[in-house]
């Protein structure tokens, strides 16, 4: 049965021995991570946003990470599935909220950094959590975080799966003043219904449509038409994945708001982000 999950659904797959083995593997990952999680094992690494008008970081976006006491490092594109599966990524999700929350607040407001956002990503399970608006507005009555500096990463994807119960999760979140975007455009069920219906704040623009930009003329021209389309409609523009200079010339030349990816910055602990602050701070003409 979770051969066939894996394989898309809809589809039947003959028993084998080795499936054993995986079954058992991914309960004994599930065990370690139910463990992780009572024992506060996961932690927040943080990715910076940087404004391509200004070259200075605006924005972080929170990422969850696991060094297991047994396993060692484990990547987030392996746990986050089992988490999502079995139920676990409720408790995490909002143990990274409330992590992410009180670095912003007590940490970078505090000591005068003009960080305007953090971003965070929910799942569709936590969406669907009768609890989830109300654990929301907890963890910012008690970190004192205002919701215009919390953004919620949401893929289309998770849109898609959104009934009307649901919706009315999202609308309340947007009426906190939570900032939307969504996030890996234009690789799911991209549909302009979205941008109306949701009325969200941003678009995060796939790695995939990046990765080329600068040596595929197909690929700069859909990023360029990605940008203008949100412009269009008062919507900022984020890129992903940008890993060289050449890809960052052609996204500031489109007038692309802003950029993420190792190029400007590895997702690293909170010390990290406010060292790339202090930098900035101490150099008045710094420009990334």
């Known amino acids: 049965m979770y051969r066939a999950k894996e394989l898309g659904r809809n589809n039947f797959q003959f028993y084998e021995k080795q499936m054993n083995v995986r079954v058992n593997e991914r309960l004994e990952l599930q065990r ?11 932690f927040v690494h943080y990715q910076p946003q940087v404004a391509l008008g200004t070259g200075l970081t605006v924005a972080v976006e929170a990422l969850a990470r696991w060094n297991c006491t047994v396993r060692g490092p484990v990547a987030p594109d392996r746990f986050i599935p089992v988490a999502e599966e079995c139920g676990l ?16 607040m007590q940490a970078w407001l505090q000591s005068g950094m003009s960080m305007q956002r953090i971003a965070v990503n ?17 963890i910012l ?10 953004e919620f990463e949401l893929t289309e994807s998770v849109l898609v799966q959104q009934d009307e119960e649901a919706n ?7 009426a ?16 302009l219904s979205y941008l109306k219906r949701y009325k969200v704040n941003r678009l995060k623009i796939d790695r995939s449509f990046v990765r080329d930009i600068a040596s595929d003329a197909h690929d700069a021209a859909m990023t360029k038409g990605i940008i203008a389309l949100a412009h269009s409609v008062g919507l900022q ?9 050449q890809q960052l010339r ?9 950029a993420q990816g190792y190029f400007l910055g590895m997702p690293g602990p909170a010390t990290q982000i406010s060292a790339l602050f202090e930098a900035a701070r101490g150099d008045k003409s710094y420009r990334r």
């Open 32 to 42: 370690d991570l139910r463990r992780a999680i009572d024992n506060a094992e996961i």
């Open 89 to 104: 990524i409720v408790p995490l999700g909002e143990h990274i909220l409330q992590c992410a929350c009180a670095q912003q």
């Open 122 to 138: 929910p799942s569709a399970l936590q969406l669907r959590d009768t609890d989830f608006v109300a654990g929301v507005q907890r």
């Open 141 to 150: 009555e008690s970190t004192g975080l205002a919701a215009r500096r919390l």
């Open 168 to 174: 009315s999760v999202f609308r309340a979140l947007q």
């Open 176 to 191: 906190m003043g939570i900032t939307i975007s969504i996030d890996d455009f234009g690789t799911g069920y991209s549909s």
């Open 237 to 245: 523009v984020t890129a992903e994945g940008v890993e060289s200079e």
């Open 250 to 258: 052609v996204l500031r030349e489109n007038g692309c708001d802003e």
